[in-house]
């Protein structure tokens, strides 16, 4: 049997072969990951620009392969003056869609558009690919490929003139072009065989998490329950030394062997199977004033920059959430949610620095993101920078003091606050919210932001967001509270 090929397919196979024969005969096994989708979202936006960029161009819109090959043909034959997007060629059964064919002198310039910041090897296959097909029915006078540069600065008003930055890559499609056939056969071989034998490796990641790794792993051994990467930044001798010996669980590394306080830390939490609480964090504590208050951020990156003055990929601030405690136990909650309209920063930095005021310790965890932001919005509003820099001067980072005073052998070396909120406020379930990770509430953030959102959606997904920002700082307020030690 004669299996199709395309431009993706032939890329699954160079990262895995089995994962092309999975993705072909086991399509039932495929485990999208969120990431994945993030990715495919994002290069379609920049596709949307790079097309916009060529007034008067063509796209072959539709996705019915047959019917593109069809459409392709006429354009070239009507229409050979203007650009065409996302044309469909063929060869010896290989199907490619070509973002961009610009016209010129002696023929056409492939393009192809990406999404990241630089070129990547993946990109150089990718072209190479593309160029082998495409160049068999129409002269090229040229391959690059386009990638958003970050340095731009959106001027507003739909100029994205800039956004992106060409770089030929005439010389490694030459040198990669008489290994496309090669790879042709190849994938074609394994597809008449049986599932591959490749064990789970680095190509499960690279360059792009696989779907099928669920499947691939159901066969491996069984896992420590405690693998020697608990142990924080065990490397180099002391981790060969405990392979040298075949000791892959931490509960097996003996009381002697020389690790570094944090390592043996951990590894005496695990061994132990009790947690370790130092009462110096109550002691630091306790000479904080109230007002105390509990801080979250959550921000929303994209590569087409949405407000004037931002960059592709910039950490643009969409929310905040913030636990008062007027007293001990006093709690009162404030909040800001972007509407999906519009630059948020400046309504996002005055409702905070209100909410806040100006005394008390601000408490968050991972001090750089928000003072980060913090930084940011100075820049962009020098008449509230002062406000802010006063901000930032009162800001508590909970991470090292929970880092170097709380241990806990469910956390497993990990001190994310994802890690160590089940081992103090099991109440506090993530897991049952609709929006329960970071990951989950940038893709909402995205989708309200997306102009084809309905309203209705857009406050939906606004519940959720405040919902599980709303736990984050609760979860700061529990924290502290645990480190003090008036909470069990």
């Not at 074609?188 to 360059?207: T, Y």
């Not at 570094?260 to 109550?282: K, L």
């Amino acid at each position: 049997m004669t299996h199709g090929l395309s431009k993706s397919r032939l890329q699954a196979f160079r990262q895995c072969p089995k994962r092309l024969w999975l993705h072909v005969h086991r399509p039932e096994l495929r485990e999208e990951r969120a990431e994945t989708e993030r990715r495919f979202q994002i290069g379609f936006q920049v596709g949307d620009v790079a097309r916009s960029l060529y007034p008067g161009g063509l796209l072959i819109d539709t996705q019915n392969p047959g019917e593109a090959l069809a459409l392709t043909d006429q354009a070239l034959a009507e229409q050979s003056g203007r650009p065409l997007f996302e044309t469909a060629f063929q060869r010896d059964g290989v199907l490619v869609r070509a973002d961009l064919l610009l016209p010129e002198s002696g023929g056409y310039r492939l393009r192809e558009v990406k999404a990241s910041t630089r070129v990547k090897a993946e990109h150089r296959e990718d072209c190479a690919i593309q160029a082998w097909v495409v160049g068999e029915s129409v002269p090229l006078t040229g391959v690059d490929l386009a990638h958003v540069d970050n340095a731009f600065v959106y001027p507003g008003g739909g100029d994205y003139r800039g956004l992106l930055k060409s770089n030929p890559l005439d010389g490694d499609v030459a040198d990669l072009l008489p290994a496309v056939p090669e790879w042709v056969a190849d994938a074609r071989a394994v597809l008449g065989g049986a599932e591959p034998a490749i064990a789970p490796g680095p190509q499960c990641h690279s360059p792009y998490d696989c779907p099928f790794q669920s499947h691939c792993g159901a066969g491996q051994p069984p896992q420590p329950d405690y693998p020697l990467g608990c142990l924080p930044h065990l490397s180099g001798q002391r981790w060969q030394g405990l392979v040298d010996r075949g000791i892959a669980d931490v509960r097996d590394i003996p009381d002697d062997y020389p690790l570094t306080g944090p390592q043996a830390r951990v590894a005496r939490a695990i061994r132990s199977g009790a947690a370790e609480r130092d009462p110096a964090a109550a002691t630091l504590l306790s000479g904080l004033p109230y007002p105390r208050h509990y801080l979250d951020f959550e921000t929303v990156q994209v590569a087409v920059p949405l407000c004037p003055g931002t960059r592709p990929y910039q950490q643009l601030p969409v929310q905040w959430s913030c636990h008062v405690e007027a007293a001990a136990g006093a709690l009162r909650h404030h909040r800001f949610l972007a509407e999906g309209e519009g630059d948020p920063r400046r309504a996002f930095a005055e409702t905070l620095l209100a909410a806040v005021g100006e005394s008390g310790p601000v408490f968050v965890y991972n001090r750089g993101f928000e003072v980060g932001r913090l930084r940011e919005l100075a820049q962009a509003y020098t008449d509230l920078a002062p406000a802010l820099a006063a901000l930032i001067a009162r800001v508590v980072d909970l991470k090292p003091l929970t880092e170097h005073h709380y241990c806990h052998p469910a956390m497993k070396g990990r001190w994310s606050l994802k890690a160590v909120l089940p081992t103090i406020a099991p109440d506090l379930d993530h897991g049952a919210l609709a929006i329960g990770d970071g990951d989950a509430a940038s893709g909402a953030w995205r989708e309200i932001y997306h102009p084809d959102t309905s309203a209705k959606r857009r406050a939906e997904l606004r519940a959720g967001l405040e919902e599980y920002c709303h736990l984050d700082t609760l979860a700061l307020v529990r924290l502290a509270a645990f480190l003090a030690g008036t909470r069990p």
